[in-house]
């Protein structure tokens, strides 16, 4: 078989020509060296719809769309004439002048060293792609390496708003707004090999949209070409933005708390934090910039209360459960008191952590507390909490006890006025202390009646020493405001031994010291 219109006719073995036809099932076009059209396929007239006495003869200027320019094809004709292979892809027009885009690829046919023909080979990059995109519900494009629409599917054509004729070549970039025009000539500038790239971009009637941008490169690895995806992500943005809107509307509530308050994660990290946690934390030898409640604060806060038990309070008790714990710190301003309150956020997301200063509150509370156990006079410990206290020392062995009543304490009180008797009282107490154990408890059972309660003491001869250390102090001479005093004491002994009533306990040393007393008398 001969290449028709050929100045020099070549034969071409048959069973030659049917084996490149048959392998090359896309359309094979074979021109000389001048650019006319010597050799078509049938596959070529089925992609262009020229016939092959329509074709051969021509030139294959007869497909160009205008979308490249004159460039471009001298660029394509010195690669092949220089005997290289050249490769790429065109937007042509058919005989009926609709546009496709075009994969080919042009050897050289070589003959002494001369190039004599060429033989390129066409597929069809529409046909491939519209099969698989044109039902997507993604708007899908493919762009040439530098970046011109090849081919779009319809719903790219409805994203932007424009006919597939009106987007080919690099009209589709006028297609979308100034002001997203730069990110999305930046975001398709290559080429690049990553996985894709995306950029957000408003779309016709209030939309947006979200455009993605992958590499397809061949199999040298050559970047050939972009394929873009475009959906519309309208209601995904406004959801994401109110999202935003609502978190921004809840920092600012929170940063408007004047307690120290946190918002942390499932794990116990620090999402959000107002000024006066920041403070807090930095007053108690923390971190404020850690991005975890562990790293944020320091290994103890007060030497007793360990971190964890503010992590506890963060993490436990379920995130439907609002965990509420008092726990003390110290800071340049001395001992504070702190209710801490988790309250778990939506969905089990997080909790709100809230630290209020309950200091003042809580010193009332321990002064009620200390009023309710202690002698409002002499501040010594009244008879509940010592017989509360005579019950837990039980636990661990005997203790001695001592049993005192002033001897003519009502006569000071009659003669020099209960203002002298109180400072007697203070007096008394002053130095039962001080000659007391640390261990020892000093308490007034009421009026003028003391109590000394010794831990851990069985043997007498213990107690009756110090009984007699008390009697000494106790009977010294006091000066008063109002003049000098003695009084005397009656001192009642006893033991108290593990599983003995308190009170019991309490009525035997009170009538040993009556048995004193009557004793002293005679």
């Known amino acids: 078989m001969l290449f028709q219109g050929a100045d020099d006719a070549v034969e071409i073995p048959r069973q030659l020509l049917h084996q490149i036809v048959d ?22 007239t089925r992609l262009t719809g020229y016939e092959g006495d329509e074709a051969i003869g021509a030139n294959p200027r007869i497909l160009r769309s205008g979308q490249q320019s004159e460039e471009f094809y001298r660029g394509l004709w010195d690669t092949v004439l ?3 292979t050249w490769h790429g892809e065109i937007v042509n027009r058919r005989k009926d002048g609709s546009i496709y885009a075009d994969d080919m690829t042009i050897v050289p046919f070589v003959v002494d060293g ?21 039902s997507s519900p993604v708007g899908i494009g493919h762009l040439s390496a530098d970046g011109r629409l090849l081919y779009a599917n319809p719903m790219l054509e409805d994203l932007l708003g424009h006919s597939y004729l009106s987007l080919i070549g690099h009209e589709w970039i006028n297609a979308i707004g100034p002001d997203d025009r730069p990110k999305v000539l930046s975001l398709i500038a290559g080429p690049h090999h990553d996985d894709y790239r995306v950029e957000t971009i408003r779309l016709p009637d209030d939309r947006v949209g979200t455009l993605r941008v ?29 999202a935003v809107a609502r978190e921004q509307f809840a920092h600012a509530i929170i940063d408007g708390l004047q307690d120290p308050t946190a918002v942390i994660d499932q794990r116990g990290g620090v999402l959000h934090a107002n000024a006066e946690w920041r403070a807090f934390v930095e007053a108690v030898g923390g971190d404020s910039d850690a991005s975890t409640l562990t790293d944020a604060m320091p290994t103890s806060i007060d030497g007793a209360v360990e971190v964890g038990q503010l992590v506890d309070v963060s993490l436990d008790d379920g995130y439907d459960v609002e965990a509420v714990r008092e726990i003390r710190t110290i800071d340049e301003r001395g001992a504070r ?13 997080g909790r709100i952590l809230t630290w209020t200063d309950i200091t003042r509150r809580k010193h009332q509370e321990l002064e009620l507390a200390a009023r309710a156990d202690h002698d409002p006079l002499t501040g010594l410990a009244n008879r509940e909490a010592t017989q509360r206290w005579l019950q837990e020392a039980l636990g661990n062995g005997p203790v001695g006890v001592l049993f005192m009543d002033l001897d003519g304490f009502k006569q000071i009180n009659d003669n020099m006025g209960h203002r002298a008797g109180d400072e007697l009282l203070l007096t008394i107490t002053r130095r039962l202390v001080t000659v007391s154990r640390p261990t020892d408890l000093v308490a007034r059972f009421g009026g003028d009646e003391f109590l000394v309660l010794m831990a851990g003491v069985a043997d007498e001869t213990v107690i009756e020493s110090a009984a007699q250390r008390f009697r000494e102090v106790v009977e010294q001479p006091a000066a008063l405001t109002a003049g000098h005093a003695n009084v005397g004491v009656s001192i009642g002994m006893a033991v108290a031994r593990p599983g003995d009533d308190p009170v019991a306990v309490f009525s035997d040393a009170d009538e040993r010291m009556y048995a004193d007393k009557r004793s002293r008398k005679t």
């Not at 099932?25 to 396929?41: C, E, H, K, L, Q």
């Not at 004599?116 to 044109?134: E, F, Q, W």
């Not at 008191?337 to 997301?349: C, D, F, I, N, P």
Request: a negative charge; proline letters at 1%; aromatic letters at 4%.
């Open 23 to 44: 392998a090359m099932r896309d359309a094979v076009v074979v021109t000389d060296r001048d650019g006319t059209i010597v050799y078509v396929n049938p596959a070529f």
């Open 82 to 84: 220089g005997g290289e």
């Open 114 to 134: 001369d190039v004599t023909h060429m033989i390129a080979t066409k597929r069809d990059v529409d046909a491939t792609l519209s099969a698989m995109a044109r």
């Open 214 to 242: 992958a590499t397809l490169d061949d199999v040298h690895g050559t970047a050939i070409g972009m394929v873009v995806s475009l959906v519309d992500a309208t209601e995904e943005v406004r959801a994401r933005d109110l």
């Open 337 to 349: 008191w702190w209710l801490v309150r988790a309250t778990g956020l939506s969905g089990g997301s």
